[in-house]
């Protein structure tokens, strides 16, 4: 399994506060507890805020990481997002060379968005801004001083899973390649539409005419209350990992081709497939201090594709909640989830400058600056009929690096064709 993305924001000047000077750590063994605050913020979700306990097993000592490690989770965000887990993790489970790894998760996501199905759907903000919110407090469906208005949530809808259930193995075949096999269940629970105290309109949102005109499976356009979903998929993915260092690599690839597939079989609702290809590069320019990488990512689906579904991506890294095309985790500049469909492509391009490395307290800092462009395009379905241009963001950002392994992560986007920006503040490089 892939590290679990940290967001931990207090814990570095924590820890090298409280580094001693030249010390040697002894080796670890037993059971342990730790206790981690989390904070992140992006322009999407609002501020993030939570905490994380972990329970680890070292064993013996000598099993790095560690022997097992159990992971319980509170996160949630100014923006109504939440994201609740409980992790399981056994580098070698039952001293097998098999890793098994687990996640039961209570995710919800208050205002996730939606703007339209295909590269083609145009983003008018006019439709869902309004300045004076007091009056929409007396009448959502019109704002003073915006004719265009159509409703505060016209471009959102709330879904809430519970529970997302994860089961993944892992293990070497030879040499760099590695095979991951995994089963994931959800019952996933979306209301269309908002009440009063949540300023929503009479009329239609985006995602209700779309479903009135039959785009939608699974959502029918006279849908008033709460309805839940079941869906239950069976993934197999191969793995190239050639990377030099996971978290910061220099050099060297990260491929995955990975299937999933939901029928009733394995329990779903719904009958559909999915596949996804991920082609990562890392390669210096002249010297070590200057990196350049390249992510470039393609996942297609096909069958009774539920439409709340329609945003995720398939492999090995990607969690549920993480949301897909646009946004901290793939497009910067560009709105979160704004490109969503049956077909999905991602470009990552970035340029890393390591300009400053220092040790303070003898622990390692290294300061890298980043410029970036991401680009990324969808169709509605495997016809690709949609007309439009990809969309793209650029920018740059700042890696703060501890002992090459813990990165701060500060990003800031723009995508021109919408006219929309980003800022990011989390951990890990993207990709």
């Given at each position: 399994m892939h590290p679990t993305r940290m967001t931990w924001a207090v814990v570095l000047c924590a820890a090298l506060a409280s580094a001693p000077a030249g010390a040697e750590d002894a080796p670890r063994t037993g059971w342990g507890v730790q206790g981690l605050p989390l904070i992140n913020f992006n322009s999407d979700e609002g501020l993030g805020y939570g905490a994380r306990l972990?329970?680890?097993?070292?064993?013996?000592?000598?099993?790095?990481?560690?022997?097992?490690?159990?992971?319980?989770?509170?996160f949630q965000t100014t923006r109504g997002v939440a994201s609740h887990r409980l992790m399981f993790d056994a580098p070698r489970f039952?001293?097998?060379?098999?890793?098994?790894?687990?996640?039961?998760?209570?995710?919800?996501?208050?205002?996730?968005?939606?703007?339209?199905?295909?590269?083609?759907?145009?983003?008018?903000?006019?439709?869902?801004?309004?300045?004076?919110?007091?009056?929409?407090?007396?009448n959502p469906d019109a704002?003073?001083?915006?004719?265009?208005?159509?409703?505060?949530?016209?471009?959102?809808?709330?879904?809430?899973?519970l529970p997302s259930v994860v089961?993944?193995?892992?293990?070497?075949?030879?040499?760099?390649?590695?095979?991951a096999l995994g089963y994931r269940f959800r019952l996933t629970s979306v209301r269309a539409r908002y009440g009063t105290d949540d300023l929503g309109q009479a009329r239609d949102s985006r995602l209700v005419e779309d479903a009135r005109?039959?785009?939608?499976?699974?959502?029918?356009?006279?849908?008033?209350?709460?309805?839940?979903?079941?869906t239950a998929e069976v993934t197999a993915g191969l793995l190239l990992d050639t990377r030099d260092n996971e978290p910061a690599p220099v050099r060297g690839m990260f491929h995955e081709l990975a299937l999933r597939g939901a029928t009733g079989v394995t329990g779903s609702a719904f009958d559909y497939w999915g596949a996804t290809a991920n082609l990562r590069f890392y390669h210096p320019l002249g010297h070590e201090r200057l990196v350049a990488a390249l992510r470039?990512?393609?996942?297609?689906?096909?069958g009774d594709v539920p439409f709340f579904l329609l945003s995720s991506l398939g492999g090995v890294e990607w969690r549920d909640g993480w949301?897909?095309?646009?946004?901290?985790?793939?497009?910067?500049g560009i709105l979160k989830n704004?490109?969503?469909?049956?077909?999905?492509?991602?470009?990552?391009?970035?340029?890393?400058?390591r300009f400053l490395s220092v040790s303070p307290w003898q622990q390692r800092l290294d300061f890298t600056l980043v410029a970036f462009l991401d680009a990324g395009q969808a169709w509605s379905d495997l016809r690709f009929l949609d007309a439009g241009l990809p969309r793209y963001g650029g920018g740059g950002g700042l890696r703060i690096a501890w002992e090459n392994n813990f990165i701060l992560r500060l990003d800031y986007g723009v995508s021109p064709r919408d006219g929309t920006t980003g800022f990011y503040l989390d951990f890990n490089h993207l990709f």
């Open positions: 972990l329970l680890v097993d070292s064993g013996d000592g000598t099993q790095a990481p560690y022997r097992y490690a159990l992971t319980a989770q509170f039952l001293d097998s060379p098999w890793r098994l790894g687990g996640d039961v998760s209570l995710l919800n996501d208050r205002f996730s968005p939606y703007y339209g199905l295909g590269g083609s759907t145009e983003y008018v903000p006019s439709f869902a801004s309004c300045e004076d919110r007091t009056a929409l407090e007396e704002c003073p001083g915006n004719p265009d208005f159509r409703g505060l949530r016209y471009y959102s809808f709330e879904q809430r899973t089961l993944n193995v892992r293990r070497t075949l030879s040499g760099p390649w590695q095979l005109a039959g785009l939608l499976s699974g959502l029918e356009g006279d849908a008033v209350g709460s309805e839940t979903f079941r470039l990512f393609v996942d297609v689906m096909g949301g897909g095309l646009g946004g901290v985790y793939t497009a910067r704004r490109l969503q469909g049956q077909v999905k492509a991602l470009a990552n391009g970035e340029l890393r400058w």
